[in-house]
C-alpha cells in the first residue's frame, strides 16, 4: 500500500508539489503562532502565588483640608491612621465581607512595582519587589508559605518580620532554610529584618517571571506620604456581578471619614484584565489567534481543492480499485493516506527550518517571560503537527468520500 | 475583445464552480486579513483630527532619576523647570506642551458635591490645543495667562456640557466641580473618540504648578508630575528631533552634581503598539501582510494550474488558429484577475465588519476602558478610497503571484503537445 501511495504522489508530483510548498511554509509559520499561544497558556496556568478571587480593591482618595506634621508621629496618628482604622472598620462591616487588609508598594496588576535593595553580608546588595501588608494580608490573599508565617507583624519591633520569595532566600542566604536569619536594607542600615517565613514562589503579573519578592509590616511613617490601598475579599455567595456597583453606591457617602473619600472599588479580576490590555498582550493573541485561524483555512481550502481536481482525474484509477475488488472504505483509507505521506513529506524539511529558528534564537514570542528550553520545542512541534493532521484529514475527506462513492462501471465506462 | 473575455469568464465560473468559489474565498480572506491589519495600524497612526500631528510629534515618558555614585533612591517622575532645560529652545520643535502624567487621569467631575461622576480629567497647559486640532464649539481654549495665572478654567466636551448644561452656549462662565475644587467653563468642544488615547479628555484644566516641579528639595529639583509632547517642525524627520534632544540630556546631566537623569521619547507609533522602542510596528505589519499574501498565492498557483491544464485542447487550437504566447497568457492572467478581485471586493466588506464588531479586541487600550462610554471608530474613515486602491493593488499582487508560473507554463506548451494530449 505504501509503495503505491508513494508511487502515485510521484506520478502526480506536478499537482503535488504545490501543496507540498503550501503544508510546508504553513507548518513553519503555524508553529509560531502555537509557541506563543503555548506560552500564553502556560503562563495563566502558573500560580501567582496568592489567590485573587472574590478579592477586590478599594481606592481611598484624600481631601487634605489641614496642615500635619510629616514627622511627628501623634500627627500622623490622629489625621491619618484613626479615620483610616474607622473607615477598615466600617468596611468589615459591610454585608458579605469575609476579610480585609491594606497595604503599599508593589500592587497586584499595577503598572508600576516598588524596588528596594537588601544586604545579609553587608557586602552583596540584591533587589527584590517590596510590598508593605497589614496583618490578615496573608488571611485575605491565602499567601501560599513554605515555611513559617506572617509573624512578629508589629509595625515598631525591631528586627521587623518579613516574609520572603524562594529567590530573595536563594540570594540573601544561599539556602531555603533562612527562617530567622536577620539581614537589612541595604541603603537604611537602621532598617533591620527577620525572616518569619519563605513564601511560594512569586509573580508581580501575570506574564513576568518568578522573582525575588518580599513582604513586610506598613509602617506609620508610610501614611504621611501615601494612602494604602485595602484589599477585601468578599464571601463567593455573595459574590455577585453587581457587588462593585453596589458597594459604591452604598459607601460612597459612608466613607468620607476624615481626609478620606471613596475613589474605587474594583475586583481584581477586572484590574488584571486592564493590564493585559494596558500592556498590548491582549491584540497580540487576538492577531495570533486570527492568524491561527487564517492559516487554517487557507489549508484547508487548498488541501481539498488539489484533491478534488487530483480525483477527478483519477476516476479511473478509483474505479479500478473497486472493480478488483477494493471496498469502499479501503479506497477512502487508500486517499487519506497520500495525503498523509505527503504532510509527513512536507513537515520534514519544515521541522529543520523551525528546530533551526528556535537553535539560533530567532523566535520573536515572549522569550523574556519563559526559556526556551527543548521541552518546549518538542511540544509545540507536537502540537503543530497535530494541528496539520487535523485540518488536513478533515479537508481530504471530503473529496475522499466523494470519490469513493463512484459507480465503477461509470468510472471505467468514463475512461 | 473585453466582451468576449468576460463571455468566456461566466462561462468558465458557470463550468468550474468549486475552483472559482475556493479562489474567491481564498481571496476574501486574505484580503479580509491584510485590510483588517492595515486599519488597524492606520486607526492607531494615521493623522486623525484631533490627533491631526501623529507623524511628526513625539512623547516623553515618565522621566527617571537617581543617585549616580550607587543608583540608590531612583523615582520616576520630571519636574517642568528640568523639562524647560531639555525642551526649552530645541531648533527642530515647533510646538512644546507640558502637561500632567496623569495616569488613569481618573477624577470626579459635577455640578456640586453632591452629584459627581467619574470623568476622565487631563491637566495641561496652553500649547496642548496647539498640538492637537480640537473643534470648539463655543468659547475658548486655555491661554497662556490662565496657566501662568494658575486660573481656575477648565474646557469641557459637548456631551459633558449637555448633561450639566442646557446647551453649549450657556456652559460657558458657568462653575463645574472637579475634585473638590470648583472650575470655571471656558470653552467646550466637540466629543473625541477614546480611540485618540493621546487627546481623549472629558475635561481638561490647567496643570496645578506645584504638582509639576517638585521643588530643589527632591532629588536636585528633578522631580515632579511632567511630561511633554513634542511637534517637530514640518519636513523634520523625527529622529533629528530625538537626536537633538538626546543631546540636551546629556548637557543636564553634565550640570549635575549628584544624580543622573533618564527620558525616552517616543513616537506615536511606538506608543500604540508595545511601548517600546526596540520593536518596530511598521516592520512588523509589513512582514505579516507579505506573509499574508504569499501563503494564498501558493495555494492558488496549485490549484489554477490544474484548471489550465483541462483547458489545454482549447489553448492548444487557439494557437493552431495563431494565438501568441502573450495573447494566450493576457486572457489567462484577464480571467484570473477578475476572480481576485471579485474576492477581493467580498473581502474588503469582510474587514469593515470584523473591525467594527471586534474594535474592543482591537483597539482598546487603557483609554477606551476608562472611558464613560464605548468609543467610535470615525465612519469617515471606512470611505477612504485609500483603502480601496490598497484592495485593488493587494488583489493584483496575489493574482500576479499566484497566476505567474502556471500562466507561463501553459502558454508555453506547444501545439502538437497540447492536440495530442500530453
Redesign the interface.
Known amino acids: 500500500m505504501w509503495k503505491t501511495a508513494l508511487k502515485q504522489i510521484w506520478k502526480n508530483r506536478?499537482?503535488n508539489?504545490?501543496?507540498f510548498?503550501?503544508i510546508m511554509?504553513?507548518s513553519v509559520?503555524l508553529w509560531y503562532c502555537v509557541d506563543f499561544l503555548y506560552v500564553v497558556v502556560r503562563k495563566n496556568l502558573e500560580p501567582m502565588g496568592v489567590n485573587t478571587e472574590h478579592v477586590y480593591r478599594l481606592n481611598l482618595?484624600a481631601?487634605i483640608t489641614q496642615n500635619f506634621d510629616r514627622n511627628n508621629p501623634d500627627s500622623i496618628d490622629y489625621y491619618w491612621i484613626n479615620p483610616f482604622r474607622q473607615v477598615l472598620n466600617l468596611v468589615n462591616a459591610y454585608p458579605g465581607v469575609e476579610a480585609t487588609a491594606y497595604y503599599a508598594g508593589t500592587g497586584l496588576y499595577s503598572p508600576?512595582p516598588m524596588?528596594q535593595?537588601y544586604t545579609a553580608d553587608e557586602k552583596n546588595a540584591y533587589g527584590a519587589k517590596i510590598r508593605y501588608v497589614s496583618e490578615g494580608y496573608d488571611n485575605v490573599f491565602k499567601v501560599k508559605l513554605r515555611e513559617g508565617s506572617f509573624a512578629d507583624w508589629e509595625m515598631r519591633t525591631s528586627p521587623q518580620g518579613a516574609v520572603i520569595s524562594p529567590e530573595l532566600a536563594d540570594s540573601l542566604f544561599k539556602t531555603q532554610a533562612a527562617i530567622g536569619e536577620t539581614f537589612r536594607d541595604?541603603?537604611v542600615p537602621d532598617l533591620k529584618y527577620r525572616v518569619s517565613g519563605i513564601s511560594a514562589p512569586m509573580k508581580y503579573d501575570r506574564y513576568g517571571r518568578y522573582e525575588p519578592f518580599i513582604y513586610t509590616p506598613v509602617s506609620y511613617g508610610m501614611f504621611a506620604y501615601t494612602i494604602p490601598a485595602i484589599a477585601v475579599r468578599v464571601k463567593p455567595e455573595a459574590d455577585t456581578p453587581k457587588f462593585a456597583e453596589k458597594f459604591m453606591d452604598e459607601m460612597k457617602s459612608k466613607l468620607n471619614i476624615g481626609p478620606y473619600y471613596l475613589?474605587?472599588f474594583m475586583s481584581y479580576d477586572s484590574r488584571s484584565e486592564?493590564a493585559d490590555?494596558?500592556?498590548?498582550i491582549?491584540?497580540y493573541v487576538?492577531?495570533i489567534i486570527?492568524?491561527l485561524i487564517?492559516?487554517l483555512?487557507?489549508i484547508f481550502?487548498?488541501v481539498?481543492?488539489?484533491f478534488?481536481?487530483?480525483m477527478e482525474s483519477r476516476r479511473g484509477e478509483v474505479g479500478l480499485r473497486m472493480a478488483l475488488g477494493s471496498s469502499r472504505k479501503n479506497v477512502l483509507r487508500y486517499i487519506i493516506l497520500e495525503s498523509m505521506i505527503i504532510f509527513f513529506l512536507a513537515f520534514v524539511p519544515a521541522f529543520i527550518v523551525c528546530a533551526n529558528l528556535a537553535y539560533w534564537d530567532i523566535t520573536y514570542t515572549f522569550n523574556d517571560a519563559m526559556d526556551y528550553t527543548w521541552t518546549r520545542f518538542w511540544i509545540t512541534q507536537l502540537l503543530d503537527a497535530a494541528i496539520m493532521i487535523g485540518i488536513i484529514s478533515l479537508s481530504v475527506l471530503i473529496p475522499a468520500r466523494r470519490a469513493s462513492k463512484v459507480h465503477p462501471v461509470e468510472a471505467l465506462r468514463n475512461e | 475583445m473585453i466582451k468576449q473575455y468576460f463571455k468566456q469568464i461566466v462561462h468558465l465560473w458557470k463550468n468550474n464552480p468549486l475552483f472559482s468559489a475556493i479562489s474567491v474565498l481564498a481571496t476574501a480572506l486574505t484580503i479580509a486579513f491584510v485590510m483588517t491589519l492595515y486599519m488597524v495600524y492606520t486607526f492607531r497612526t494615521a493623522d486623525m483630527a484631533p490627533e491631526i500631528n501623529r507623524s511628526r510629534t513625539l512623547y516623553s515618558d515618565a522621566g527617571y532619576s537617581y543617585l549616580t555614585k550607587d543608583h540608590s533612591n531612583a523615582n520616576r517622575g520630571m519636574s517642568k523647570s528640568t523639562a524647560e532645560k531639555i525642551f526649552g529652545n530645541l531648533e527642530n520643535a515647533e510646538t512644546v506642551s507640558y502637561i500632567m502624567n496623569k495616569g488613569e487621569g481618573v477624577g470626579f467631575v459635577g455640578t456640586s458635591p453632591a452629584n459627581r461622576e467619574k470623568r476622565i480629567v487631563s491637566p495641561i497647559d496652553d500649547n496642548y490645543f496647539h498640538v492637537f486640532k480640537f473643534d470648539f464649539l463655543s468659547g475658548n481654549p486655555i491661554t497662556d495667562e490662565q496657566f501662568e495665572a494658575q486660573s481656575k478654567v477648565a474646557v469641557i466636551t459637548d456631551k459633558l456640557a449637555l448633561s450639566f448644561f442646557s446647551n453649549t452656549e450657556e456652559a460657558i462662565g458657568k462653575n463645574i466641580t472637579i475634585g473638590f475644587e470648583d472650575y470655571r467653563v471656558a470653552g467646550v468642544v466637540r466629543s473625541v473618540s477614546s480611540l485618540f488615547n493621546k487627546a481623549y479628555s472629558d475635561v481638561w484644566i490647567v496643570a496645578d504648578k506645584t504638582s509639576l516641579d517638585w521643588g530643589q528639595q527632591y532629588s536636585e529639583g528633578l522631580r515632579g508630575m511632567c511630561q511633554v509632547i513634542v511637534a517637530a517642525k514640518k519636513g523634520v524627520p523625527l529622529k533629528k528631533l530625538n537626536a537633538e534632544i538626546d543631546e540636551k540630556i546629556k548637557k543636564l546631566n553634565d550640570g549635575l552634581r549628584e544624580f543622573t537623569f533618564e527620558l525616552e521619547m517616543l513616537s506615536h507609533p511606538q506608543t500604540s503598539f508595545f511601548n517600546d522602542k526596540a520593536v518596530n510596528p511598521a516592520q512588523i505589519i509589513i512582514v505579516l501582510i507579505l506573509i499574508l499574501l504569499i501563503v494564498p498565492a501558493i495555494n492558488m498557483s496549485g490549484l489554477l494550474s490544474t484548471q489550465i491544464k483541462k483547458r489545454s485542447e482549447e489553448i492548444g487550437i487557439r494557437k493552431a488558429y495563431g494565438a501568441s504566447n502573450w495573447q494566450v497568457g493576457k486572457q489567462l492572467l484577464f480571467e484570473n484577475l477578475m476572480l481576485t478581485l471579485v474576492g477581493g471586493a467580498v473581502g474588503l466588506i469582510f474587514s469593515f465588519i470584523a473591525v467594527s464588531i471586534f474594535k474592543n479586541i482591537l483597539l482598546a487600550d487603557i483609554m477606551t476602558i476608562n472611558a464613560s462610554e464605548s468609543f467610535d471608530l470615525p465612519t469617515a474613515f471606512f470611505f477612504n478610497p485609500t483603502l480601496f486602491f490598497l484592495m485593488l493593488l493587494f488583489c493584483l499582487v496575489i493574482n500576479l503571484l499566484s497566476a505567474m508560473l502556471p500562466v507561463w507554463n501553459a502558454s508555453r506548451t506547444t501545439i502538437i503537445q497540447t492536440i495530442k494530449g500530453e
Open positions: 506536478k499537482s508539489s504545490w501543496i510548498i503550501e511554509t504553513v509559520l482618595g481631601h508600576r524596588f535593595g541595604y541603603y475613589f474605587g486592564v490590555i494596558n500592556s498590548g491582549s491584540s487576538s492577531v486570527g492568524l487564517f492559516f483555512f487557507i481550502l487548498g481539498l481543492g488539489t478534488w481536481f487530483q
